[in-house]
């Protein structure tokens, strides 16, 4: 029955939503097959399954447009999940935060976190983050109403919900500890540092710290996971294949490669930034893959086996496995312009997470997956220039190469890279992640966790964990006793 569970797993396509309206009553709109890899590099975590019924309230919180000035009156409601199924009053706020994705009641009914409040008879909070979701601060999202999305101004409404909460007799007590995966791990780390008296501790899994234009590594660690856990025929399957397509376009082929890998008409083999895009979103999508492997389950050699089967030449078994992946589309879409025009609409007509996310990492973060790095079986076709190009054309002409690399390094500088100036926060990542390359590492006392992918340790503790990844759940348990016995201990002296 395992296996079964795990093949049905792996025949999800990789999109569950590959179209946009235009307006109602409009035909749909195809999203570009590179933004939809993107988008799935930027997903939320698995949805968990929960065995046990839990009471999950919905709450919106009305929150400031701009919580940095006083003369700007506008607000709006951001979403809110809280499961008080084991609350006692005056126990304490047990905080997930969301991240670039639609939050889920899963987070909240399942999982470590879950189980530590439950010990401590805490309440379970999941907050929404503006722009994505249902928490939308502002329309239409323009590039002029996008300046309210910043992480700053999200973690002030983090700690508004808290003072919200805090208001009311049976929370008035509550210490407030938080947690976070991905971005929401980044999070969890810079909310201790911006507001050390606000929580108590912070566990964050998988925080990228250290914000990067050019995330050149980022392909070099998903590499060596398929190379590591599915072996070097594998790695050397999709490194065969990937040569072959850049060969074609490199000789003047490129029709020859467009007719192959089945790309629709608005492709044109002979634009730079539209071969850009097409290896961009191949290795997106094998990044995709690798991102929530599960070294248990054999999730890597399982897929590369499915890339074998759909042909015996490299090649053909490639494009056949991305079409798969994408949903069978009746040809790949993707070109440069068209998702330049994708981004400009979705201004007008919200899409769900990806807008908001790309402007962020345009503004603050970059973390532009490029094929830099050598080392991976991805190619060299595809720079970070791909992507700052893109911020351009899609947000203006604040957002040239220059302009970004200064957004970029005053993030660093404002939270301190990979190397935060904070204490009681609590740092893991996957040693085969792609994200821990801009994380914390062991000189910052992260603990990495061999052959582990992104967020890997948020479960419940299992009889299927590693060691290492066992020894540190044991060891969150631990830390969030001392953090809520530390601050009773300050509260009665």
Not at 39 to 62: C, D, M, Y
Request: aromatic share 12%.
């Amino acid at each position: 029955m395992k296996y079964f569970l795990v093949v049905l797993a792996l025949l999800v396509p990789l999109a569950s939503a590959s179209t946009l309206k235009d307006s109602p009553g409009s035909d749909d709109i195809a999203i570009p097959a590179f933004v939809q890899t993107f988008n799935q590099l930027h997903r939320g975590p698995p949805v968990r399954i929960s065995t046990k019924r839990a009471n999950v309230e919905t709450r919106l919180f009305s929150q400031n447009l701009d919580n940095f000035n006083d003369t700007n009156q506008n607000v709006w409601n951001q979403r809110v999940l809280i499961n008080e199924d084991n609350f006692v009053d005056g126990s304490p706020i047990f905080i997930y935060l969301g991240g670039e994705w639609k939050i889920e009641p899963s987070a909240i009914t399942s999982g470590l976190w879950v189980d530590i409040a439950k010990e401590h008879n805490g309440s379970l909070i999941y907050t929404e983050h503006r722009f994505f979701g249902e928490s939308i601060p502002i329309k239409p999202l323009s590039t002029k109403n996008l300046k309210y999305q910043s992480v700053k101004q999200a973690l002030a409404d983090v700690v508004n919900v808290i003072k919200v909460l805090k208001k009311e007799d049976k929370y008035k007590d509550s210490k407030v500890v938080v947690s976070g995966c991905s971005y929401s791990a980044s999070m969890a780390v810079w909310l201790k540092l911006l507001y050390p008296n606000v929580i108590v501790g912070s566990w964050a899994s998988s925080a990228p710290l250290e914000a990067k234009v050019d995330f050149s590594d980022f392909m070099e660690v998903v590499g060596r996971a398929y190379r590591e856990l599915a072996g070097d025929y594998c790695y050397d399957l999709i490194d065969n294949a990937t040569s072959y397509y850049e060969g074609l376009f490199q000789s003047g082929q490129g029709a020859e490669a467009k007719k192959l890998l089945n790309l629709c008409d608005s492709f044109d083999e002979t634009d730079e930034r539209d071969q850009w895009q097409i290896f961009s979103s191949i290795a997106n999508i094998f990044a995709g893959l690798a991102q929530y492997q599960k070294p248990e389950n054999y999730d890597l050699a399982q897929y590369c086996s499915v890339l074998r089967n759909f042909d015996k030449d490299d090649a053909l078994a490639l494009s056949q496995f991305i079409q798969w992946r994408l949903g069978r589309p009746e040809c790949v879409n993707i070109n440069y312009q068209g998702t330049v025009n994708y981004y400009k609409l979705s201004k007008n007509n919200y899409d769900g997470t990806g807008l908001g996310w790309f402007y962020q990492t345009c503004r603050q973060f970059g973390w532009f997956q490029s094929s830099a790095n050598s080392n991976h079986p991805f190619g060299s076709t595809f720079p970070a220039t791909l992507y700052t190009d893109t911020c351009h054309d899609v947000f203006g002409s604040r957002y040239t190469s220059a302009k970004i690399e200064r957004y970029v390094q005053a993030t660093n500088s404002a939270y301190g890279g990979k190397d935060p100036n904070v204490e009681n926060v609590y740092m893991t990542h996957g040693g085969l992640d792609g994200w821990s390359k801009v994380g914390a590492g062991p000189a910052q006392e992260a603990v990495i966790f061999p052959q582990a992918s992104h967020c890997s340790d948020e479960g419940s503790i299992s009889s299927k964990d590693s060691q290492s990844v066992r020894t540190s759940k044991k060891r969150v348990v631990e830390l969030v006793r001392e953090w809520l016995e530390d601050s009773r201990a300050k509260a009665i002296y």
